[in-house]
């Protein structure tokens, strides 16, 4: 008899762990590890599904007491072992159970009915064909007919085509095949989300380019597996560099997985690499349908896939012989999972590639701080790229105070700068981006006289709005009532400032009636396919401008994009979150780099109530060194990643008195774990989260920082089972967040 671990299909804290299980002698074949079973559980013996994690063939307990597995669950896919190493990896580093791991690294679930092609395909010999073409001619078989003119042409016909362009029915064509003219041939079809994309030529590689491929490549070939940094202004041509890695890897006979942060930049990137590649190129990510994600994972397990890219899910693809990993915008927060656990793709990244012996490339024109403070400390090995590729010219960027426009009487979302930029791109036939800068806002109080954000005294970030007029911290809990007028300046222009993209659409097209926009946000996204028909429809030329939010200004490449207009560049410091400037100067830096991408030169014009904030003015002369000396001096002040962990619990419960009584004890019994060298400040709260109430939920937040990610695993570990303990804890929503990208 051989026996089975199984981790049970319960999100449980108390049941996250493995029992086994008897391998009964009619599953030995199928019951391997892995594999997804129905098992009796609990004295009920009610039926739970779970997955094997290890087979042996020592029993745990009597024999005679091991209850038995129930079913293989038929069209389930199964886990490969590395898979489950990894889940238990995350569940230790990221928070979870064991359960809600192993599903993430699921990015297909189930089995989906094969797809057949079936074709025609002419059997008899050219003189029985012409003698059956004739009797149907005598008898006048006019849809025959018609089917066996198609097939005089082309023995080969495929099945759906020749019945709908020729208005056949299927006993036609059965009808021929029973007479022996012709045989139905039927094979697996695979649904390729990629398909149709010509092959072109390469772009050769600059001098840059070139040493940075041969730096990585050198080491590759000596069987060095390392984790690098391409650090490359805007238009350098890290793409070229990717593909150039990519060919090589393949021709050693390995796989590669492209991770990129958004499904919006799938099209794009899809479309240089299947030019590059053919159909050995894939894509996986949740806008396919469900027939698309199977094929691509099966054609992945089997081999006829050499690169699979897509968001952060891609890095469970179950590759044989993966070789690189490329990871590009590594700065984006869309790498964090929002489901537990909440990994983070970067870290998730660098032990697959220790587990599997593949080398790691992330890759920006503006590195996460993380990223860049371990290059600079040798963990990473670090790579530049310093001049724009197609020897295109960096674009000139001017800054527009908004205070001042306010001042000279304009009301208007556009400064007269840009005005002026956008009527002179119109009259030349070129095309222009306005961006919206939306991310990270919520319900923060600005002025719009000085520019001055309320801010706590005590956290530097933004203090968050509540309807009763309050202004929060979400970090120490410091709050005031909302001042009538600015204590900066005085003005009366203080209160909740936000626009959304529709608003500026409006504005675009009053200003300049009859101009031809797009708009590209959450709305016109929404269905499949949404993304790429947009940005086909702007690379085409079908419209001037294209509005938008962050999504259009990452990895895109328009050539005749001539002007970038920043519409309300400061919207995202007014968050409440200690890494609001850091995501500041990213899209800025971002979204100045899609202009002047090609011959045309190209203008940036960034309209600011803060012209003089160091991301602002770092992020209009790509300065990335200047900001990260601030931002680093800023971050080591306060404590903040990458100078320090943080785990954020987040306490949640009907009751308002319940969840702050349970955060409250759970904040004693973290202090009284504290070491005596940890010092004051390494345990914050409980306080209000940023969002006090979500769903009829009362919300509060407890921090822990620590210098070692390890000691904060060791706090996870103790919350946990206080967790499982306390009555008040019991009766709330616990959650845990390592090294969080944006505040609750």
């Known amino acids: 008899m051989r026996y089975a671990d199984v981790i049970v299909d319960i999100s449980l804290g108390k049941l996250d762990k493995t029992y086994q299980y008897a391998i009964p002698e009619h599953l030995k074949d199928t019951a391997v590890v892995g594999a997804k079973v129905e098992v009796p559980f609990g004295g009920g013996n009610r039926k739970v599904e779970g997955f094997i994690t290890e087979i042996s063939d020592t029993p745990a307990f009597d024999p005679e007491r091991t209850k038995e597995i129930a079913t293989v669950v038929q069209g389930a896919v199964s886990l490969e072992r590395r898979f489950i190493t990894l889940a238990y990896w995350m569940k230790e580093h990221f928070g979870g159970t064991m359960n809600e791991a192993l599903k ?114 050198k080491e590759y070939r000596e069987g060095k597996r390392g984790t690098y940094l391409l650090f490359g202004v805007t238009g350098s041509g890290k793409t070229e560099v990717y593909l150039e890695l990519i060919e090589r890897v393949i021709k050693e006979g390995k796989q590669v997985i492209m991770l990129i942060p958004e499904i919006s930049l799938t099209f794009q990137t899809v479309r240089r690499f299947y030019e590059r590649f053919g159909e050995r190129v894939s894509v996986l990510h949740s806008r396919l349908s469900a027939g698309e994600r199977y094929d691509q994972y099966v054609r992945a397990s089997k081999g006829e896939i050499d690169v699979m890219i897509g968001p952060r899910s891609v890095l469970f693809t179950p590759f044989e012989r993966l070789g690189l990993i490329l990871m590009d915008e590594e700065q984006e927060g869309a790498y964090k999972s929002e489901g537990t656990p909440k990994y983070h793709a970067r870290e998730t990244a660098e032990y697959l590639a220790e587990l599997t012996g593949a080398s790691l490339l992330l890759g920006s024109a503006t590195p996460s701080l993380e990223a860049y403070t371990k290059a600079m400390n040798g963990q990473y090995r670090l790579l530049t790229l310093t001049k724009r590729a197609k020897e295109a010219v960096m674009p000139r960027v001017q800054i527009v105070d908004m205070r001042q426009e306010l001042a000279e009487g304009n009301r208007s979302v556009f400064s007269r700068p840009l005005r002026e930029q956008m009527q002179k791109r119109l009259l030349n036939g070129e095309q222009m981006m306005l961006f919206l800068n939306r991310r990270g806002y919520a319900g923060t109080v600005s002025c719009r006289a000085c520019g001055e954000g309320m801010k706590c005294p005590h956290c530097e970030v933004s203090l968050t709005f509540h309807k009763d007029g309050r202004l929060l911290c979400h970090y120490c809990g410091y709050e005031i009532m909302q001042p009538k007028v600015c204590p900066a300046c005085g003005s009366k222009y203080i209160g909740l400032f936000g626009t959304g993209t529709q608003k500026i659409e409006e504005a675009v097209l009053k200003e300049f009636p009859g101009v031809k926009v797009l708009r590209m946000d959450a709305d016109t996204t929404k269905r499949k396919g949404g993304h790429e028909k947009i940005v086909e429809a702007f690379a085409n030329g079908e419209a001037q401008i294209l509005i938008g939010t962050q999504m259009i200004v990452k990895g895109h490449d328009f050539p005749k994009v001539t002007l970038v207009g920043i519409v309300a560049a400061d919207l995202s410091l007014y968050a409440g979150d200690y890494r609001a400037s850091e995501r500041t100067f990213c899209l800025l830096a971002q979204a100045a780099g899609r202009a002047g991408r090609d011959k045309l030169p190209g203008d940036v014009v960034i309209q600011t109530y803060q012209p003089e904030h160091y991301s602002i003015v770092a992020a209009a002369t790509e300065d990335y060194e200047n900001f990260y000396r601030q931002e680093m001096a800023y971050r080591r002040l306060l404590r903040y990643p990458p100078v320090e962990h943080v785990l954020a619990i987040l306490v949640q419960g009907e009751e308002e008195t319940v969840a702050k009584q349970a955060s409250v004890r759970l904040t004693t019994v973290l202090q009284a774990a504290k070491r005596p060298e940890e010092g004051f400040g390494v345990i914050t709260g409980p306080v209000p989260a940023g969002i006090a109430k979500v769903n009829d939920l009362y919300r509060f937040m407890i921090y822990v920082k620590s210098g070692q990610y390890e000691r904060l695993i060791e706090f996870h570990k103790i919350a946990q089972a206080e967790k499982l303990l306390t009555e008040s804890a019991m009766k709330c929503n616990i959650q845990f967040d390592f090294n969080p990208l944006s505040g609750y």
């Open 104 to 217: 993430t690294v699921l990015p297909v679930k189930h089995e989906v009915k094969d797809v057949k092609k079936r074709t025609i395909v002419v059997t008899a010999e050219p003189k029985t064909f012409e003698e059956y073409y004739k009797a149907a001619e005598k008898k006048n078989y006019r849809a025959r007919l018609r089917l066996l003119e198609a097939l005089r042409e082309k023995k080969e016909l495929d099945y759906s085509e020749i019945l709908q362009t020729l208005n056949l029915s299927a006993s036609t064509v059965e009808g021929i095949c029973r007479d022996g003219i012709a045989v139905l041939q039927e094979e697996k079809k695979y649904r390729n989300p990629a398909k149709g994309m010509l092959q072109k030529n390469r772009v050769p590689l600059n001098g840059e380019q070139n040493a940075a491929v041969e730096t990585v490549w």
